[in-house]
């Protein structure tokens, strides 16, 4: 994991953009009526990457701006509260982070999603944002819940530890093992 603000940069928007386009990869589709047509998803058409990717272009920056204004925070806040490092499972404290971290970044994403697709382009009216904010948030959580649980965070760990290596301890052990007199 990152070990300097740089990797932690780098990580963040890592993380960012494998959250932003997988959830927009989702978003368009249904837009474009797959999730309604015999098959569902399955489907789904190449048709929905191109726009997938130039929504996710920008969506990815407010992931990362929000993200590190106070959704990590309180991610890490929420795991400080339901898991402990000294005792629990390593692993369990990495998705307590992740629940918490999501809980927070769904709906705050919803609502730059519903003011910027709704009110903004589609012009509907601001008086309706609490009913778009709360329908977006009801469509979103679960993709966003498992997408982050099952794809985008694994992945993100696989490719910043492709990126920045950590000796493993058997190096360690024989590097000590070589510098010992």
Not at 29 to 52: D, E, H, R
Not at 147 to 155: D, G, I, L, S, T
Request: proline content about 6%; overall charge positive.
């Amino acid at each position: 994991m990152p070990k300097t603000k740089t990797q932690g940069i780098i990580f963040g928007l890592i993380m960012s953009y494998a959250m932003a386009i997988g959830m927009e990869v989702y978003n368009i589709a249904i837009k474009m009526g797959f999730n309604l047509q015999t098959g569902g998803f399955s489907s789904m058409t190449n048709a929905v990457f191109p726009a997938a990717l130039v929504e996710a272009s920008y969506m990815g920056l407010f992931v990362f701006l929000f993200s590190n204004l106070y959704g990590n925070h309180v991610g890490a806040a929420f795991s400080a509260k339901v898991s402990d490092p000294k005792k629990d499972n390593p692993y369990f404290c990495q998705l307590m982070r992740q629940a918490g971290t999501i809980a927070v970044m769904c709906p705050t994403m919803s609502m730059v999603a519903s003011i910027l697709f709704n009110v903004i382009l589609a012009k509907q009216s601001l008086t309706q944002l609490p009913a778009i904010w709360v329908g977006t948030v009801i469509k979103n959580f679960p993709m966003a819940f498992f997408w982050n649980m099952f794809a985008a965070a694994p992945f993100t760990r696989w490719i910043f530890g492709k990126l920045f290596p950590t000796e493993t301890v058997q190096q360690k052990t024989q590097t000590a093992s070589q510098t010992a007199p």
